[in-house]
């Protein structure tokens, strides 16, 4: 399979992934030549999907990894430096790697990156170029990537960059979050 084929298919499992959903719609064109960013994924709180509806929307980097077979917990992948800082001063990412054994056998791993936790990560390459990260097998429940963009949102909006920008992230070991589950 060659690079323009394992993207498609990587950004086809992301999208069949949304339609099991009525409350999410994207943006995540093929091919696309943008620096850092794939697309966007939006979430609503009505299956409707109307402009008052809209709870947020979460920047995504959709990556296609061929396989012979799947990662049974997670799967690692190289991060960047430079999208990692783009991510960073642009409210963070949802980092989506999906493995492939052929173009109909698909299974999407994650990681959300909030930018508290990109912080930490560029603190901890100091002049490395890339790193690689390890990523969680994305549930196979119907919600599952709702529940976890709901999340990045929540989370996002409470980590304004000028709030944590000056801090060390040493600050942070021990902080609370909460978990939002649409009923």
Same mark, same amino acid.
């Given at each position: ?5 394992? +993207? ?8 069949? @992934? ?5 409350? $999410? /719609?994207?943006? *995540? &064109?093929? =091919?696309?030549?943008?620096? /850092?960013? %794939?697309? @966007? ?17 979460? &920047? ?22 430079? %999208? ?17 054994? %052929?173009?109909? =056998? ?5 990681? #959300? ?8 990560? $560029?603190? +901890? ?17 119907? !919600?599952?990537? @709702?529940?976890?963009? !709901? =999340? ?12 944590? #920008? %000056? ?12 978990? *939002?589950?649409?009923?």
């Amino acid at each position: 399979m060659n690079t323009k084929k394992i +993207e498609e298919v990587a950004v086809a499992a992301v999208r069949n @992934e949304i339609l099991r959903n009525d409350l $999410l /719609s994207d943006e *995540i &064109p093929v =091919n696309d030549k943008t620096p /850092s960013w %794939d697309g @966007e994924i939006w979430v609503y709180n009505n299956k409707k999907q109307k402009k008052n509806d809209l709870y947020g929307k979460v &920047p995504v980097q959709v990556k296609g990894k061929k396989v012979s077979e799947f990662s049974k917990e997670g799967t690692k992948f190289p991060i960047k430096k430079v %999208d990692l800082e783009n991510y960073f001063t642009n409210g963070g990412i949802l980092y989506l790697v999906i493995e492939m054994v %052929d173009s109909d =056998n698909t299974q999407i791993f994650y990681q #959300s990156l909030l930018p508290i936790d990109i912080k930490k990560i $560029l603190e +901890e390459m100091m002049e490395q170029k890339s790193i690689k990260k390890q990523f969680k097998k994305l549930p196979s429940t119907h !919600r599952a990537l @709702e529940f976890i963009i !709901r =999340n990045f949102i929540h989370h996002s909006r409470k980590q304004g960059i000028p709030l944590i #920008s %000056d801090i060390k992230v040493k600050e942070f070991d021990t902080y609370s979050t909460k978990i *939002i589950v649409p009923m």
